[in-house]
T-cell receptor, first 113, second 118 residues
Framework: DSGVTQTPKHLITATGQRVTLRCSPR?????VYWYQQSLDQGLQFLIQ???????AKGNILERFSAQQFPDLHSELNLSSLELGDSALYFC????????????FGSGTRLTVV | SQQGEEDPQALSIQEGENATMNCSYK?????LQWYRQNSGRGLVHLIL?????REKHSGRLRVTLDTSKKSSSLLITASRAADTASYFC??????????????????FGKGTKLSVKP
């Protein structure tokens, strides 16, 4: 157990639907990062939050949004889902104040049918 | 977009042999990190090397960094079957660092798939 908790582990949904992925960071970590991993695109950075505020945006589609709550957990919302959104979605957390390794959750496998 | 490119894409060796993976990146970095991923699972942080360091060791792992060539290598010595996994290099570009106290996002390469045969 890495200390970063992601739920659900698996999700199967139909095209056009909306889903919410949840992440609880490791205790004490203020930064949360969302990544998408697919076979063709590899690991793509989506978005970062730090202590409740959005800090950086990567290749995140307009159909996707995220937020970080006061208790530091984060949610990634994916809407109007397409077949191509099928991927592994990872959340990672890190503590601020200098370069350190990130701690990744075990991911949510999203399958859009 | 990808920052790093690992080489080779796949590597198959026998137990006990050494495995070397290389990574090249494009922009100036603050630090470079290596991660391991077992099939379909989360990534595990292995080692971090800062831009002002040239070599770092951790157990059977040895990482080198050449900022003039924008490249890094990961050496796993005396490999074991349990080392079978995908290995990714990831960079924190200089422009991403120390933004209001938070560490910037990692940019990953495409990974090297290592297979260690017993």
């Amino acid at each position: 157990d890495s200390g970063v908790t992601q739920t659900p582990k698996h999700l199967i949904t139909a095209t056009g639907q909306r889903v919410t992925l949840r992440c609880s960071p490791r205790s004490g970590d203020l930064s949360v990062y969302w990544y998408q991993q697919s076979l063709d695109q590899g690991l793509q950075f989506l978005i970062q939050y730090y202590n409740g505020e959005e800090r950086a945006k990567g290749n995140i589609l307009e159909r996707f949004s995220a937020q970080q709550f006061p208790d530091l957990h984060s949610e990634l919302n994916l809407s109007s889902l397409e077949l191509g959104d099928s991927a592994l979605y990872f959340c990672a957390s890190s503590v601020g104040g200098g370069p350190k390794g990130y701690t990744f959750g075990s991911g949510t496998r999203l399958t859009v049918v | 977009s990808q920052q790093g490119e690992e080489d080779p894409q796949a590597l198959s060796i026998q137990e006990g042999e050494n495995a070397t993976m290389n990574c090249s990146y494009k922009t100036s970095i603050n630090n470079l990190q290596w991660y391991r991923q077992n099939s379909g699972r989360g990534l595990v942080h292995l080692i971090l090397i800062r831009s002002n360091e040239r070599e770092k060791h951790s157990g059977r792992l040895r990482v080198t960094l050449d900022t003039s060539k924008k490249s890094s290598s990961l050496l796993i010595t005396a490999s074991r079957a349990a080392d079978t996994a995908s290995y990714f290099c990831a960079t924190v570009p200089k422009r991403n660092m120390n933004y209001g106290g938070s560490q910037g996002n990692l940019i990953f390469g495409k990974g090297t798939k290592l297979s260690v045969k017993p």
